[in-house]
Every structure is written in structure tokens, then in C-alpha cells.
């Protein structure tokens, strides 16, 4: 039934880059999506994706996600989670969304066939993907975003009025809960992070219990395929000496934002990643100045003070030479990066979509303009 396997850690790393690319900065650690696979991969599991058109309609197939922040912790954050024992893990992410996944079985008496990845993103995507394998699920070629969000309700079953709960929780020392029902989305979003608060970092769990018939109006389908095939071509662009830079945006239809170095990091962490990344132009950009403000994935840029490109459409930061992804907490001062965005996927350029994912709703007094529209090539 899989349409593609992932066989070795040449195939891994393609697929997790791809991911990583399409996170936007955000999405977790690309180390830990890339070690969630190997796991499964060297236990001798056959970790693939199929394609949705192979799912039956009345298969039981759930979501699984990684909620909370990838902040660096502080000394004194480090010294609370001592005080409160957690120094000894139980579960990596992988594990933790597979318990999640089989405790959401069981609290809805049923058993999970087959997972869709929430977004796309370095581990919650390859997470999510390994998480299914290890608990012998069917994974599905697609996803509910078409990037990566930071808040549940910026997802396509939102878009199309699905059940979120029950939602199955657990953290890394075995901490288990559930959200039986609740308000709307974001009340579920709100407990969820305070789980994860709790945690001092990410948990796993699992919502979104569908049938095949109902994933299949909500799912962005080959959405996984597509993240091998672009993490692939920047490693082929770069290994063959041509410019990973022209190729992405050539293959993939996007626009170089700005290129420059990262000159400025401010960051602060209240349950999301939040932050400014500011970045002096060079080369052709000499003389311009960008900055990028993130809620765990970047969602505004102004270009020298002025509003340039925002959420829902992709921005993503790569690095200048080699044209590889760099997730929010790894992009550092001194750093040489390309600022590269692409077209949101459709869904969320309607009016419902930018209500929850423009820039707007993050509390700027800023109109979304199509990235087409700011930027011309």
C-alpha cells in the first residue's frame, strides 16, 4: 500500500529536511524527527506512506501531535524542573505520541488504523509518521496544514468544522491525561499548552478521531511526498554545484525575500516560542534591513520597517551557502541566510483561513496582501 518507503538515513534526513523546510521555522528539531525514524527504521519496521485514495472510508484514523514550546531553557527553568523530578525521561517525542495515540484509542473504545500527520514540520511530521509505525498504523501521504501552525485551530478540520476531542496527553515521564470535551478549539489549545506547560516543554497526544471518509475532506493529501521530494532536490542542487537557492525557488514556484546576516535575536517563552529575528541585508540587499517575528513558526517580515510578507503564507530561513532549513531555535547571530516564501496552500487564503492565520489574528494592525501581490520577481 505505501507509496513510498523510507529505507536509510540518506532518505530520512530528505524527507525530515523537506519537513524542516516547510515548518517555517517552527515544527520542532529536525535531530529529533530524524532520530523518531531511524528508531523504527534500524528496529527493522518498514516505515512508509500511502496514499489517501488506498483508505478505506470507515477506517478509525487519528492525529498526532507534539503541543508546547522548543524554547531553550533557562538555568533557572533547568533548576524548576529538577525541583519537581524531571530528570528521568520514560518516552521520547516518537513514544510519547504513540502512547497518546493508543490512550486515545482506548478512552474512545476503538483502536487507531491510521495517522495523519497535524502539520508539516522537522519532528511533529516525522514524529507523528514514526509514532504510527510503532504502533502498527497505516501512515497517510498528507497533512491538516500544509506548513506548520502553533495553535490547533489553524488547521483544515477547523477549516471544515470537524470534532477536535477527545485528546489523549502524555509527556515525557508518563504524566497521562485527557480532554474529554470542551468550548471550541482554542479552550482545547488552552489546556493543551498547560499540559505541555506543566511538562516544561513538548508532550504528545492525539485528537482529531475520524473516519476515513471524513480525514478525506479535511486531509492536504501528498503533502509527505512532496516534503522528500523538496528536501531531496536541495541535497541533489547542492551536491551537483548548483545553487540550492535558485533551485528552490525555481522548482517550487517561491520568491527570495532578502538575503542577509542575522544580526539580532530577541526571544521569550510563555507556553509558544515568541521572538524577533532581525537580519542586515548583503550582496544584492546591501542597505535593507528585515525582521521576522515568530510565534513558534515565523508569521510577520517587514522589509526595512515596512509590512512585507506574513502568515498564512510560508517564510522560511535557509542557510545562504547550502540552502538548508533552519529551525527558530538553531538560527543564531552571525548566521548567513536567504529569506525564501511561498503561496499558502488555498484553504487558508479564504476568508475563514486568514481569520485565523493572518496577521491579524497574532494582534498586528496589518492586512494580509497575497505574497504574489508584495513581492514581484
Known amino acids: 500500500m505505501a507509496t513510498i518507503y523510507f529505507e536509510n538515513r540518506q532518505q ?19 535531530e529529533n524527527g530524524i532520530n523518531s525514524l531511524m528508531s523504527e527504521i534500524e528496529k527493522g519496521n518498514k516505515v512508509g506512506i500511502v496514499d489517501v485514495s488506498e483508505i478505506p472510508d470507515d477506517m478509525v484514523t487519528a492525529c498526532p501531535f507534539l503541543m508546547g514550546s522548543i524554547a531553550p ?8 524542573i529538577k525541583d519537581f523530578g524531571f530528570v528521568d525521561p520514560v518516552y521520547s517525542e516518537k513514544e510519547q505520541l504513540a502512547k497518546a495515540l493508543e490512550y486515545l ?18 519532528a511533529n511530521t516525522p514524529g507523528g509518521l514514526a509514532a504510527g509505525v510503532s504502533i502498527g498504523a497505516v501512515c497517510i501521504d498528507g497533512d491538516y496544514t500544509g506548513r506548520a501552525i502553533p495553535e490547533i485551530q489553524q488547521t483544515t478540520p477547523y477549516l471544515q468544522g470537524k470534532t477536535l476531542w477527545p485528546v489523549a496527553s502524555v509527556d515525557a515521564y508518563n504524566d497521562i491525561s485527557y480532554i474529554e470535551s470542551a468550548l471550541n478549539y482554542r479552550v482545547v489549545e488552552r489546556l493543551g499548552k498547560k499540559i505541555a506547560e506543566t511538562a516544561y516543554g513538548l508532550v504528545g497526544q492525539a485528537g482529531f478521531l475520524m473516519t476515513g471518509k471524513e480525514m478525506k475532506e479535511c486531509i492536504n493529501a501528498g503533502t509527505l511526498s512532496e516534503c522528500y521530494n523538496i528536501g531531496k532536490m536541495i541535497r541533489e542542487a547542492r551536491e551537483s554545484g548548483k545553487n540550492p537557492i535558485d533551485t528552490i525557488v525555481s522548482e517550487l514556484d517561491g520568491y527570495v525575500l532578502g538575503t542577509g546576516t542575522v544580526t539580532g535575536k530577541d526571544t521569550w517563552d510563555d507556553g509558544y516560542y515568541y521572538g524577533y529575528h532581525t537580519i542586515t541585508g548583503t550582496g544584492d540587499d546591501e542597505g535593507s534591513t528585515y525582521k521576522i517575528w515568530f510565534k513558534n513558526e515565523n508569521h510577520v517580515m517587514w522589509k526595512n520597517e515596512e509590512p512585507y510578507v506574513t502568515s498564512p503564507d510560508v517564510i522560511t530561513v535557509v542557510d545562504a551557502a547550502t540552502g538548508e532549513p533552519i529551525a527558530n531555535p538553531l538560527l543564531k547571530e ?3 541566510v536567504c ?20 496577521p491579524k489574528y497574532f494582534k498586528f494592525d496589518i492586512d494580509y496582501v497575497p505574497i504574489e501581490d508584495r513581492v514581484k520577481k
Open 73 to 80: 531553557h533557562t538555568p533557572e527553568v533547568e533548576a524548576e
Open 334 to 336: 552571525g548566521d548567513n
Open 12 to 30: 530520512v534526513e530528505d524527507f525530515v529536511r523537506g519537513c524542516t523546510f516547510m515548518g517555517t521555522g517552527g515544527g520542532g528539531l529536525p
Open 105 to 122: 484509542g482506548k478512552f474512545c473504545g476503538t483502536k487507531v488504523d491510521a495517522v495523519v500527520p497535524i502539520e508539516l514540520g522537522g
Open 339 to 358: 529569506i525564501i516564501g511561498l503561496k499558502a496552500i488555498p484553504k487558508f487564503r479564504t476568508e475563514k483561513g486568514v481569520s485565523i492565520l493572518g
